[in-house]
């Protein structure tokens, strides 16, 4: 666990980059099992080599959960996840692809909903083994104010 940052510790333009997490076939299938998601895309090996893309791709669903695992090392007490806004699948990712997240924070602001925290938005990047952005989002933090009115 990390230490206790408050909504004012946050620093604009601070940034960290999480380890790597490598997408397997294993990966693709218990997704599709847990969401239902069977589209040839991602499971049809011979349909995919008929297609531009020449192979299976992973669900932007897992690409999302993973990255959001892979960021989920650094705990702070006086944090919780308030949700994801502009979700975008930039590239794809495929079976053997390698990623990492970068988290920069990109902005804080007012909570509309309480006057003890603030929002700290983190822009969350996955790259691939290229270095190439497959996914970005924003994580919305609710942080906890080290002074309140």
């Excluded at 408050?6 to 490598?22: M, P, V």
């Excluded at 995919?48 to 960021?71: D, E, N, W, Y």
């Excluded at 988290?103 to 822009?123: M, N």
Aim: aromatic fraction near 8%; proline fraction near 4%.
């Amino acid at each position: 666990m990390s230490a206790s940052r408050h909504f004012e510790d946050y620093e604009i333009g601070a940034s960290r980059e999480t380890l790597g997490r490598t997408v397997t076939e294993t990966d693709i299938v218990l997704h599709a099992g847990q969401t239902g998601d069977f589209y040839p895309h991602h499971m049809d090996a011979e349909w995919c080599k008929t297609q531009p893309f020449g192979q299976r791709m992973a669900h932007g669903t897992l690409i999302f959960s993973l990255s959001v695992g892979l960021t989920a090392g650094e705990v702070n007490p006086e944090a919780f996840s308030y949700g994801y806004d502009r979700l975008r699948f930039i590239k794809p990712v495929y079976i053997s692809d390698t990623l990492h997240v970068r988290v920069t924070i990109k902005e804080k602001r007012d909570s509309p909903k309480s006057p003890r925290h603030g929002i700290v938005v983190e822009l969350c990047e996955a790259l691939n083994q290229r270095q190439e952005v497959v996914l970005a989002c924003e994580h919305l933090l609710m942080v906890t104010r080290r002074q309140h009115s």
